[in-house]
């Protein structure tokens, strides 16, 4: 029964499916009828084909939102059989809008598209986390066998959900990346071969003869990708740092920056006449020195500066810097670099000569202007890319619950005189990602959590709840939930 299932982790358990035969946990016959559709970049068109769009993502969005209401059991079951499910998450990671692209012009299909990335974002959530609920998981190793075979969440995945939420949900995403390394170690010998695969990129970047447009575009996205990955994961800067990524990111800069010095050359004080494209690549190679930064910050802390052999080590970068000097100028004029390096002269092993030499050329360097330091002025607009801030999510997640569990949340969020719009939205985000919570018992974990959604999801899923929250049931109604106790 379910109530047997649900005393181990569920890979162990059985359920009923739609025909009432109790099956394992996997069983092809716990799928819903759910098909994706792929997920199709957008283009300019025609006031009917824009239409058309935004009927076809309703359509997803649907058919997402349907997926996110599945108990845990059948969610899992379709991300191990679902091959639709494989190709509309690959699709929609390849091409959905990222924060730097301009905005949709048409308001309702801008709608559906942060519509539809805080979906699937929700779907990640889910798929990062191998349990839910203290009596509703998956033993570890099966699902570190699921996440990594699956194909869902590999490593490119990772790099795709950087770009496109670390900006507006970097803590939960920071949480999501770290647990599915700790879960599974073969992540660290992918993010190992990415390190390797992003300098090959590079060197293709450099050799490619793309368009000032073309070459503007993909290095916001891998300049953004890097920059974030770097913060919200450190290991993966230490990784990037062992295959001596810094210095080859740092000669891409100076190769591209020397390429195109006339089109990164600001017109005028202030900027008059300036083309698009310029404007666009000079916020790339910010984003690419804000990359570099990190690994730099990783250099001297992970590599420790009481260590002298790894002082040489950084010694030998540090001199290798000298000889790519846009990169440097542009690195120094952004993030003051003297004082780093300061701290090298005390060890006994290094040559003070060359530490000398390599101060005085940053410290001639620290703060200078230049075209690309400007861009770090720049703020991307606000309706840029979709706006999946945690707490933003649309209500609308509840209704196409139907008749699952969480329905009385629905209803219940429904009621002025019960809960304010903007609790029923947070209730429902929460629900979305984890289906079997009833509405009063997220609404007690909001209320311990000073109504942060972020927060609540994340003592939710650590089962680090306060003592008095885990003895209540789980599938509490809003109407008889039972206040925290006053702090």
């Not at 239409?51 to 997926?67: G, K, P, W």
């Not at 793309?210 to 891998?222: C, Q, T, Y």
């Not at 202030?270 to 666009?280: C, F, I, L, V, Y």
């Amino acid at each position: 029964t379910m109530a047997t299932a649900m005393d181990r982790p569920m890979d162990e358990a059985r359920f009923p499916n739609d025909k009432g035969i109790i099956v394992p946990a996997f069983d092809k016959s716990l799928l819903a009828p759910i098909q994706f559709l792929p997920y199709v970049p957008a283009t300019q068109s025609e006031p009917a084909s824009l239409q058309e769009r935004t009927e076809v993502l309703q359509l997803i969005i649907s058919d997402v939102q349907a997926l996110l209401a599945l108990p845990h059991h059948r969610f899992w079951t379709h991300v191990v059989h679902d091959e639709t499910l494989r190709a509309f998450l690959d699709s929609y990671l390849r091409f959905a809008p990222r924060p730097h692209d301009a905005p949709e012009a048409s308001a309702p299909l801008r709608a559906a598209e942060q519509q539809l990335a805080r979906d699937v974002f929700m779907v990640f959530v889910r798929l990062s986390t191998n349990k839910e609920a203290p009596s509703v998981f998956l033993s570890a190793s099966k699902f570190a066998d699921v996440i990594y075979n699956s194909g869902m969440l590999d490593m490119t995945a990772i790099l795709d959900l950087c770009s496109i939420y670390g900006a507006t949900n970097g803590p939960l995403l920071a949480k999501m990346v770290s647990n599915v390394f700790k879960i599974q170690p073969k992540y660290n010998t992918a993010l190992e071969t990415a390190a390797t695969h992003m300098g090959t990129t590079l060197g293709r970047i450099a050799v490619g003869g793309l368009s000032l447009g073309e070459l503007a575009g993909l290095l916001l996205d891998v300049g953004n990708t890097l920059r974030i990955l770097f913060t919200l994961f450190p290991p993966a800067a230490q990784a990037f740092l062992e295959k001596h990524f810094l210095l080859t990111l740092a000669r891409f800069y100076d190769q591209t920056a020397s390429t195109h010095a006339a089109a990164l050359r600001v017109n005028g004080a202030q900027g008059q006449g300036d083309s698009a494209e310029s404007a666009r690549l000079r916020l790339a190679l910010y984003f690419l020195l804000q990359a570099c930064d990190s690994l730099v910050d990783t250099a001297f802390s992970v590599r420790h500066a009481d260590d002298a052999r790894t002082a040489e080590q950084l010694l030998f970068w540090l001199t290798e810097l000298l000889d790519v000097p846009l990169f440097l100028r542009d690195y120094c004029g952004c993030f003051p670099l003297a004082p780093r390096v300061q701290a090298l002269k005390r060890h006994a092993s290094v040559d003070a000569v060359c530490a000398d030499h390599i101060i005085q050329c940053v410290t001639s360097l620290d703060g200078v202007y230049s075209a690309v330091k400007a861009a770090s002025a720049v703020v991307l607009p606000a309706t840029a890319g979709p706006a999946v801030a945690v707490a933003a999510a649309s209500a609308t997640v509840a209704a196409a619950k139907g008749t699952a569990k969480t329905a009385p949340a629905a209803s219940a969020a429904g009621k002025a005189s019960d809960v304010s719009a903007e609790r029923a939205e947070k209730i429902s985000m929460v629900q979305s990602m984890l289906p079997d919570l009833g509405a009063g018992f997220v609404s007690v974990c909001l209320d311990a959590y000073g109504d942060n959604v972020e927060r609540t999801l994340n003592h939710i899923f650590e089962d680090s709840l306060p003592t008095h929250i885990k003895e209540l049931p789980r599938d509490l109604a809003l109407e008889s939930s039972a206040p925290a106790p006053a702090a």
